[in-house]
């Protein structure tokens, strides 16, 4: 793809930005829109990144986790509860394993330090709006890490519980790569099928299981351990 048309690509892309510091935020949102990205709102405080999200409907909510009025984690479990498409990464200064797993938690399908250059914030945005989790490296394994060690202890079954669905063949196959940590482009690539069939084979599983975002699914599919099959 060339470089203009990847600026049309990203141009269908609305982004919003989240962040207390003015400076920062203005630079943030000035890199993503000098890189082709519609840059539909800013905030600059939790309360006020709900309102104006819920008004602006973007496609991927770049989020500090460090707001005034509500913390950034909150902000992201209320907007993603609200719009489960809505994708969400957390550009923060922290590295804290504690900030990152309580921002997976709450929905985010990235998280990347502030330390990261420009090309690679909009990489990730890029990758973020097309369903890709991304992580500076060393966050992802992390992430993985602490859901094998819940899974290890998953909550018993009621006998309530309905019967989990049945997924076709395919969608277990690519259930079981989502969660070994690969991207929707590795996927694609090993069972040589489209980067658009991956998606749709994650929205159906989605769908099927009653699961909001791809972390949850991560988790289902950890707990019936497919990541070691």
Not at 42 to 71: I, W
Not at 100 to 129: H, W
Not at 145 to 156: S, V, W
Not at 174 to 180: N, W, Y
Request: aromatic content about 4%; proline content about 5%; glycine content about 6%.
């Amino acid at each position: 793809m060339s470089r203009e048309q990847t600026v049309r690509a990203d141009a269908t892309v609305k982004v919003m930005v989240v962040d207390d510091h003015p400076m920062w935020r203005d630079a943030v949102a000035r890199d993503l829109a000098a890189a082709g990205f519609d840059v539909v709102a800013t905030a600059g405080d939790g309360p006020q990144a709900v309102r104006r999200a819920q008004a602006a409907a973007p496609d991927v909510l770049v989020l500090d986790l460090n707001l005034p009025g509500m913390p950034g984690a909150q902000v992201c479990k209320e907007l993603v509860a609200a719009n489960p498409a809505l994708r969400v990464l957390v550009l923060s200064a922290s590295g804290e394993h504690a900030d990152v797993l309580e921002a997976v938690k709450s929905g985010a399908l990235g998280y990347l330090l502030k330390s990261a250059s420009t090309e690679e914030l909009t990489d990730a945005v890029r990758r973020t709006a097309v369903g890709d989790p991304v992580f500076t490296p060393g966050l992802a394994g992390l992430v993985l890490g602490e859901y094998r060690r819940l899974a290890k202890d998953p909550a018993p079954a009621t006998s309530d519980e309905p019967r989990a669905p049945q997924l076709t063949e395919r969608e277990t196959e690519v259930l079981r790569l989502v969660a070994k940590g690969l991207s929707y482009k590795q996927i694609a690539e090993r069972l040589v099928i489209s980067h658009r069939t991956v998606q749709n084979h994650v929205q159906n599983t989605l769908g099927k299981l009653q699961l909001h975002n791809r972390v949850e699914l991560v988790r289902y599919a950890i707990e019936r351990g497919l990541d070691d099959a």
